[in-house]
C-alpha cells in the first residue's frame, strides 16, 4: 500500500506540473498567437486556467494527506511538504481571489471589452498579479519536480 500511495504521489507530480508548464508556457502563448480574436482567446485561455487549478487541488490536496500520513508531525520540518503548501495556496489564490475579480471586471465592462473599457488598468493589474503567483507556482514546480524521489520516504 505504501508502495501504491508513493507512485500515486509520482504521478500526481507530474500530472499537475506538467499541466502548469504546458498550459501556461505552452497552449495559452500559441492560443494568443494563432487565434485572432483575442477575446475569445482570452475565454477560452481563462477556462484552461480553471481547469489547471482543479487539477491543482486535486493532486496538492493528495500530496499533502500523503506527506502528512506518510511522515506525521515531521511533515512540518519538510521541504516537500512546504512547497506543496505554497502551490496549493498559489492555485486558491489565483482560482477563488484573482479570477472571480477579473471576471467581474469583464461583467462590469459589458458591452465592450473589458480591455476597451474604463476598467482595463485594473484588469491588467490583476492579470499581472496572477501571472507573477502563476510564475512562482511553476518554478515552485520545479523544486518539486527535483525533490519528488524524496516522496513518502
Known amino acids: 500500500m505504501k508502495k501504491l500511495s508513493i507512485h500515486l504521489a509520482s504521478l500526481a507530480i507530474t500530472a499537475w506540473v506538467g499541466v502548469l508548464w504546458a498550459v501556461g508556457y ?10 485572432p480574436d483575442k477575446q475569445l482567446a482570452g475565454m477560452l485561455a481563462g477556462q484552461m486556467f480553471t481547469l489547471v487549478a482543479y487539477l491543482g487541488i486535486v493532486c496538492g490536496s493528495y500530496l499533502l494527506l500523503q506527506q502528512i500520513i506518510a511522515s506525521g508531525r515531521a511533515v512540518l520540518r519538510m521541504t516537500i511538504f512546504w512547497i506543496i503548501t505554497v502551490m496549493l495556496l498559489c492555485t486558491l489564490i489565483i482560482l477563488c481571489g484573482i479570477q472571480p475579480l477579473m471576471e467581474n471586471l469583464k461583467l462590469e465592462a459589458m458591452p465592450l471589452d473589458v480591455m476597451q473599457s474604463p476598467f482595463s488598468s485594473q484588469f491588467k493589474t490583476l492579470h499581472g498579479i496572477s501571472s507573477i503567483i502563476y510564475l512562482l507556482q511553476s518554478l515552485l514546480g520545479i523544486f518539486l519536480v527535483v525533490k519528488s524521489p524524496h516522496v513518502g520516504k
Open 26 to 35: 505552452l497552449a495559452v502563448p500559441v492560443l494568443f498567437y494563432t487565434q
